[in-house]
């Protein structure tokens, strides 16, 4: 009888213990969570929806799984921008998350951590379009969360990602963009330093659902703005095997490799998918709404070629690689401007270096004439 009572108590206990946990930490919910994630990271987005299907069947709305999908609606735009087809269902997702946040439970992993992460979804959208001070305002509506996340941070390892991104952005947009200093100085002063620790510790602990985001924004920071490029190929290889169907992830990888002069390499890295896009888009432009291959990467993709031949001295190699880049970009409409000076730039740069001046000159022209691109892509070329 003892024994009965003893094990009932147990059971109780741990029937308690897993009702008290916030539903994305029970087994059930977080199973198809994080399978409908991989979809998306892997740009099975048609599998990703029926996974988020099942789980308002079967727990109803929930504020997670509106973020889960405004989450998804946001990497279909990251990885194609040329496009606004996604845009309405990414406002509506995250609308939905916001009413559902007003009436959610007051736990903290609701309340700081989708409430900080669907506010963020805004100022990452503005960023992708191009619209850095708009994206710098609305990161004010991130303060109100802040304070939670600071608590937080060491009890749901979640909140690191989102507490690195933070520190860091705050001190690398205060140290690099003067005409926004005076604005950032009402924000609580950020570090460069302990933003890209916390994002690398969140990285490494796969058990948490936001590894993954982790470990792209770190590498984006490292190869794009700390220069830090042997730090960003080890995470990039490291997601390009873990989700092998995502684009954005290979030529990034690429993109590292380049940076570590190991020219050969980026290409076997981009070339087999470059190959597959000839196969699966015949006629361009192909958009992530058809398939897996936007021409979007395949542009950039035949540029980090070119790049890779024009630093081996390889000029008929790399002038064709950006004449298939020319060819593929025209057929784009809405490319967003900063990728489009930068690579515009690299094209300039191999015709200086042949010798074509003239050809190099007009392109920079065209870029200098845009004023939706940053200044420092206007500098001269580099000798």
Known sequence: MGSFWYWSAVSLCAFQALVAQPLPYQPSYRRYALAALRDIYNLDFF??????????????????????????????????PTTTWFDSFWERAVK??????????????????IGFGNAALAVRHQYVRGQMIAAVWKAKELLSF?????????????????LGLYEYYIGYFSRNYPIIRPFLSFFPPGDETRGL???????????????????????????????????????????????????????????ALYHL????????????????????CPKPPCYLIVGRFPTMEAVQGYALVGMTFREEGNYTEARQAFGRMDTLMATLRNFPP?????????????????????????????????????DFLKSPLPE
């Open 47 to 80: 599998h990703a929806e029926q996974k988020l299907a099942k789980l308002d069947t079967h727990f109803g709305p929930y504020v997670g799984t509106a973020y889960l999908r405004a989450l998804s609606y946001s990497w279909r735009i990251e990885i194609d």
């Open 338 to 374: 900063p990728t489009w000076a930068r690579l515009m730039r690299e094209a300039a740069l191999l015709e200086k270096r042949m010798g074509d001046q003239l050809t190099a000159e007009r392109r920079m022209a065209a870029l200098r004439a845009r004023k939706d691109v940053p």
């Open 146 to 162: 802040l304070k939670g996340l600071q608590k937080y941070a060491e009890i749901y390892p979640e909140m690191q990602f989102e």
């Open 96 to 113: 939905q998350t916001d009413s559902l946040l007003e009436h959610a439970a007051e736990h903290p992993l609701e309340k700081y951590f």
């Open 197 to 255: 620790a916390r994002l690398e510790k969140c990285a490494e602990d796969t058990t948490n659902y936001t590894h993954v985001e982790a470990a792209y924004f770190l590498s984006y920071i490292c190869l794009y703005q700390a220069n830090q490029p042997l730090r960003a190929e080890k995470w990039l290889r490291w997601l390009t095997e873990k989700f092998p169907q995502n684009p954005l992830f290979r030529r990034m990888w690429a993109e």
């Open 261 to 280: 002069q190991r020219y050969a390499q980026a290409r076997q890295v981009v070339l087999p998918w470059l190959r597959e896009y000839e196969k699966a």
